[in-house]
């Protein structure tokens, strides 16, 4: 089973950026997936999750009204499309799934876990 993020770039702030996160290896239709980052010196955060079914998101306060998740659960992907890029979003990304109903914040509590894709934003 394996997640791959990709999309990450660099970018000027105020730009766009749309990462991706495809799974593999089974269906991931009635996981919960996640995106999380981490920035140099800090640690790993929550950014964004969504439901199954896309019935339910949830984001963390830096990037609400910014960025939003999505899914295509024929395609097996997650998409994160963030919109107006601040410095302080550089980080590594990376997203994660679960099959709990419920969206951790925590990234240890996700049984799949991706290896991440760079963003920088420069000023």
């Known amino acids: 089973v394996q997640l791959q993020a990709s999309g990450g770039g660099l970018v000027q702030a105020g730009g766009s950026l749309r990462l991706s996160c495809a799974a593999s290896?089974?269906?991931?239709?009635?996981?919960?997936m996640s995106w999380f980052r981490q920035a140099p010196g800090k640690e790993r955060e929550f950014v964004a999750g969504i439901s199954w079914s896309s019935g339910s998101t949830s984001y963390a306060d830096s990037v609400k009204g910014r960025f939003t998740i999505s899914r295509d659960n024929v395609k097996n992907t997650v998409y994160l499309q963030m919109n107006s890029l601040k410095t302080e979003d550089t980080a590594v990304y990376y997203c994660?799934?679960?099959?709990?109903?419920?969206?951790?914040?925590?990234?240890?509590?996700?049984?799949?876990r991706g290896q991440g894709t760079l963003v920088t934003v420069s000023s």
């Open positions: 290896g089974r269906t991931f239709s009635r996981y919960t």
């Open positions: 994660a799934a679960d099959r709990d109903g419920r969206i951790w914040a925590s990234w240890a509590r996700y049984e799949y």
